[in-house]
């Protein structure tokens, strides 16, 4: 190879790496999709990226989360195992490749692509990490929400099943959205919660903010029982309890930061003053994702 070649090669690396969600596997081909029945015809599916709901109605099914684009063909295969009948919208919990990669290939599908407004600004405009600095390409037209709503909560019906879709303003990032389908008293999440036992990221870059995620989950056990199915974002999936313990984490980690804060300090006196250290034990999959986390936490009270 000829220098040239090398550093085009170089580039086109680069370049997958700035598209390229944390998480996304190595080789599509070697992910499987596995089924989970949750009763009342819906269903969770994992294969790679984020988790996905579907519940199928008496002529179409609602489908919560998309995962990567890669992952179209093996997700309608399994979907069409559960029913034959078709996907009519796609729920986008918010705008990480890791669950809204599908909406193109969905979309072609004329599936109608349902989100909360912000995701569509994201997406179409491109976003930046505020930790990385990597930046996420504006997507084409196609991949973008076409029937999208502001505030509140709104419900979406398909032959007699029910999703209510609530916002969370500024939390994981400013567009999310959780999924309540109440005949199956079944909770999908996104990524204000997740069942990995892990910290999850808070995009404070993107209107993210802890304040939100801890208000989401307050939510969430406001509402669920003891019997409620919780689809995480990330994860197996969950229940009341573990939602319990993932908001006393999130609340240990706000005041903490929030006394620092109060005090003045800097983002890396902070970092230095290490406010998180006995969570990071458990929750943090390495020292660099601790070090990120109390970044988040930080950089939630300085967002304006
Ligand atoms: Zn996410």
């Known amino acids: 190879?000829?220098?040239?070649?090398?550093?085009?090669?170089?580039?086109?690396?680069?370049?997958?790496?700035?598209?390229?969600?944390?998480?996304?596997?190595?080789?599509?081909?070697?992910?499987?999709?596995?089924?989970?029945?949750?009763?009342?015809?819906?269903?969770?599916?994992?294969?790679?990226?984020?988790?996905?709901?579907?519940?199928?109605?008496?002529?179409?099914?609602?489908?919560?989360?998309?995962?990567?684009?890669?992952?179209?063909?093996?997700?309608?295969?399994?979907?069409?195992?559960?029913?034959?009948?078709?996907?009519?919208?796609?729920?986008?919990?918010?705008?990480?490749?890791?669950?809204?990669?599908?909406?193109?290939?969905?979309?072609?599908?004329?599936?109608?692509?349902?989100?909360?407004?912000?995701?569509?600004?994201?997406?179409?405009?491109?976003?930046?990490?505020?930790?990385?600095?990597n930046k996420t390409p504006p997507q084409p037209a196609d991949a973008l929400p076409t029937d999208t709503y502001i505030g509140g909560t709104r419900g979406i019906e398909v032959g007699g099943r029910k999703a209510l879709l609530t916002h969370v303003h500024n939390a994981h990032t400013d567009g999310d959205t959780y999924v309540y389908f109440a005949d199956a008293n079944v909770l999908a999440t996104g990524d204000v919660f997740n069942n990995r036992k892990r910290y999850q990221s808070i995009d404070y870059a993107n209107g993210g903010d802890v304040h939100g995620v801890i208000r989401a989950n307050r939510a969430f056990l406001g509402f669920i029982n003891e019997d409620t199915k919780v689809v995480p974002g990330h994860g197996g999936l969950a229940k009341k309890a573990d939602v319990a313990n993932y908001l006393a984490m999130l609340n240990t980690a706000h005041d903490r930061i929030e006394k620092l804060v109060d005090e003045g300090k800097t983002e890396a006196e902070v970092l230095a003053a290490r406010p998180l250290a006995d969570l990071d034990a458990t929750w943090a999959d390495n020292e660099k994702a601790a070090q990120d986390y109390t970044r988040m936490v930080y950089n939630s009270f300085k967002r304006s």
């Open 1 to 133: 190879m000829n220098k040239l070649a090398l550093a085009l090669c170089a580039a086109a690396t680069l370049l997958f790496a700035a598209a390229a969600p944390a998480q996304m596997p190595a080789d599509f081909s070697k992910v499987e999709v596995r089924t989970i029945d949750l009763g009342n015809k819906t269903y969770m599916l994992e294969g790679a990226g984020g988790n996905v709901i579907i519940a199928v109605g008496s002529d179409g099914i609602i489908m919560v989360d998309g995962q990567y684009a890669q992952m179209h063909d093996k997700l309608k295969a399994a979907i069409e195992k559960i029913s034959p009948l078709p996907i009519k919208y796609l729920i986008n919990t918010h705008f990480h490749g890791d669950h809204t990669g599908g909406n193109g290939p969905f979309h072609r599908d004329g599936v109608t692509i349902v989100a909360q407004d912000n995701i569509r600004v994201r997406l179409a405009a491109g976003t930046t990490n505020g930790i990385t600095g």
